[in-house]
């Protein structure tokens, strides 16, 4: 899969140029001060799955304990965790109306959003070297084994793109089943059970 890297490093330069032809210096700020591994989605981390790779957890964190960070630092921590104990609480109960062998509603809207699109997309090739998919003008190679494609949808959510969807129909693969389980009722209910 080198080829999906050098895919994405070269649509990396390309916007880069489009920064530059706006403002050359604001280009070339934002590679000296922020390399582009820590926020070009051609370098993104693929362990953890996300579908939200935009928002900055720490403004969004920032925000959620205003009122406790101006309090002295003891009171400030309790604040923060009885905070945290309630979302848990909210969360879980949430999370039990799922069906119990369903996953996040967000996924499964993504994933349906994924079924209405691989139905434009045309599948050629065979498993030894990758399915190459077309979908209008892109062209994917989809690695069903490494569970990857050169739009690197599936690799960074964990949810199978409408790329891959068409490869694992082609080969007659139930692609709902390779959602990655992180986003199952249980693996969250796991989560919420970690309680302060």
């Known amino acids: 899969m080198v080829g999906c890297m050098v895919t994405y490093t070269e649509e990396f330069e390309d916007q880069l140029q489009e920064i530059k ?12 001060k922020y390399p582009p591994k820590a926020w070009c989605r051609a370098y993104l981390d693929t362990v953890c799955k996300n579908q939200a ?6 403004e969004s964190f920032n925000d959620w304990i ?5 309090k002295p630092i003891i009171e400030m921590l309790k604040d923060i965790r009885v905070k945290i104990m309630e979302r848990f609480a909210a969360k879980e109960v949430v999370v039990m109306k ?3 062998d369903g996953f996040s509603p967000k996924s499964d809207l993504l994933f349906n959003e994924y079924l209405k699109i691989f139905k434009v997309c045309k599948v050629s090739g065979d498993e030894d070297n990758g399915y190459e998919v077309t979908e209008g003008a892109d062209r994917h190679i989809v ?12 690799d960074l959510t964990g949810i199978p793109c409408p790329h891959a969807i068409k490869a694992m129909e082609h ?8 959602i990655h389980s992180y986003y199952s009722k249980e693996a969250v209910l796991a989560v919420y059970k970690h309680k302060l």
């Open 21 to 32: 032809k706006v403002n050359g210096e604001a280009g070339q700020d934002l590679i000296d």
């Open 53 to 58: 790779v935009d928002k900055n957890f720490t």
């Open 66 to 70: 205003l009122e406790a960070r101006y």
């Open 98 to 100: 799922w069906k119990d």
């Open 143 to 154: 690695n069903l084994r490494e569970k990857k494609c050169t739009c690197r949808t599936w």
């Open 171 to 178: 080969k007659k693969l139930i692609p709902k089943i390779e």
